[in-house]
């Protein structure tokens, strides 16, 4: 069955550091991927996606590019801010309308 | 414009009992989904609703879990014979249209705890 695999958290940076966050993920077919955010107290939000191979999805600063050959939608952010702290998934739709969730990456990013 | 709201925001209750979890989506949106959050986990799907009908229900865990969604805009997830394990943040999200380009749309969840 289809699944994702994030990077295992928790990540911790300084205010401008580069952030990386990975994520691959199993499916049959051309899944739509996705990076949902959940900042502290709040729900989540959907921050980027792409929905076929070599689509880049971009907000906010962050960038994830779909690789198909590689089977990845690793999260990308140049210079991380205190207010971009927060809980990242990534997440694909594929065969179904139901969204395959990874298990999270806590990210803090200190001044 | 509002956003899917879902209601009580938290709930704890005994083993046991009987819950229900209301979700209100957002408006004109004829798909509704139901996710289980346990903690340090991501979202796991359990239903999904097109219109009133349940169109995939694959997620649900066990016969105690029943939704619905009888006018095709509120729903309700019911548990019942509530156990420790159904401790969990239960999320509801709705789409415009369904179908796999359709961007779904989170409510704040509902925290339920299970004594």
């Known amino acids: 069955g289809n699944s994702v695999t994030q990077m295992e958290g928790p990540v911790t940076l300084s205010e401008e550091a580069f952030l990386t966050i990975n994520c691959t993920y199993t499916a049959t077919g051309y899944p739509s991927l996705f990076w949902y955010v959940q900042y502290p107290g709040e729900g989540l939000q959907l921050l980027l996606k792409?929905?076929?191979?070599?689509d880049k999805g971009s907000n906010k600063g962050f960038e994830a590019t779909y690789r198909k050959e590689t089977t990845s939608f690793h999260l990308e952010k140049g210079s991380v801010q205190v207010s971009d702290s927060a809980v990242y998934f990534c997440?694909?739709?594929?065969?179904?309308?139901?969204?395959?969730f990874g298990k999270g990456t806590k990210l803090t990013v200190n001044p | 414009g509002a956003g899917v709201s879902q209601t009580p925001s938290n709930k704890v209750t005994e083993k046991g009992k009987y819950v229900e979890l209301r979700c209100d989506p957002i408006?004109?949106?004829?798909?509704l989904y139901w996710y289980r959050q346990s903690l340090g986990q991501g979202p796991e799907f359990l239903i999904y609703f097109q219109g009133t009908g349940a169109a995939d229900d694959s997620g649900l865990p066990n016969d105690r879990f029943f939704a619905v969604r009888p006018e095709g805009s509120v729903s309700t997830l019911k548990i019942q014979r509530t156990e420790r394990g159904d401790s969990a943040v239960y999320l509801c999200a709705s789409s415009l249209g369904g179908g796999d380009t359709d961007t779904q749309y989170f409510g704040p969840g509902t925290r339920l705890t299970v004594l």
């Open positions: 408006s004109g949106h004829t798909a």
């Open positions: 997440a694909l739709q594929g065969g179904s309308e139901k969204l395959v």
């Open positions: 792409a929905t076929k191979a070599d």
